[in-house]
């Protein structure tokens, strides 16, 4: 799939996983990178980031250092704009927030706010689609919310297949517009043997996050 950086001037793209440590933040760097080769401002912005170490959120600062480098009007904002909820526990939003009450019209208006200062907004999810942030709302309601085009990264490990699918039933079930991308990260020698049989035949076209 080609991605072409001026459909997305204006926009934000929601990244989102098959589960957790699938590449979410990998899959940031690469589009952060790739939108600001072809002159796009770009900027990151992680609603809820829980296994913060030392006050440290590990995804929001690594990725708004490499934004501040590509874009210079993100230059005023702080870790706490694009990462606004922070939890220590490394844990769902709804395990790791405790009695914190996590306000969805605040993180709509937070992501308002960065796009004044990019062209295109790369939105990171907190583990997979069906992570709870509430009792009855999810990172995939999250996203429908938003409102926003949607990359599902999926794993190329054994496995790859079933979570797959299963995510794109559930992104389907809430009518959200998507794209999925392969990380090829794990079981890399034996995913031509052992999963991509299956999704060549299932898909007829991949698209590889190594192609970006
Ligand atoms: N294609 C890749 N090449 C090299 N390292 C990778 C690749 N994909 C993922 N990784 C590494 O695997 C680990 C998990 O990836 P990543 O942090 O992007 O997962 P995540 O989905 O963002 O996790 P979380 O749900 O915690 O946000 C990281 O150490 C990352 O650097
Ligand atoms: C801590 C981790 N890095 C993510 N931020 C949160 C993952 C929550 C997964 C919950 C679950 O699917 O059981
Ligand atoms: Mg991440």
Known sequence: ???????????????????????????????????????????????????????????????LNLVKKLNPDFKNISVNDCVPYQFLLPASPYVAKGNTYIDIEFLKEKKEYLKNFCDVLIIEGAGGLMVPIKKDFFIIDLIKEFRTKTFLITPSKLGSINDTLLSIEALKNRNINFSFFINLYEDVDSFEKVSKPFLIDYFETLNFLQDL
């Not at 990178?33 to 912005?45: D, I, M, Q, S, T």
């Not at 809820?48 to 030392?54: C, D, F, S």
């Open 1 to 63: 799939m080609k991605i072409n950086p001026e459909e997305y001037i204006g926009k934000s793209i929601f990244i989102t996983a098959t589960n957790t440590n699938v590449g979410k933040t990998y899959a940031c760097e690469k589009f952060l990178n790739h939108f600001a080769k072809a002159g796009l401002r770009v900027g990151y912005f992680k609603p809820i980031e829980t296994g913060v170490e030392n006050n440290t959120p590990l995804d929001g600062s690594k990725m």
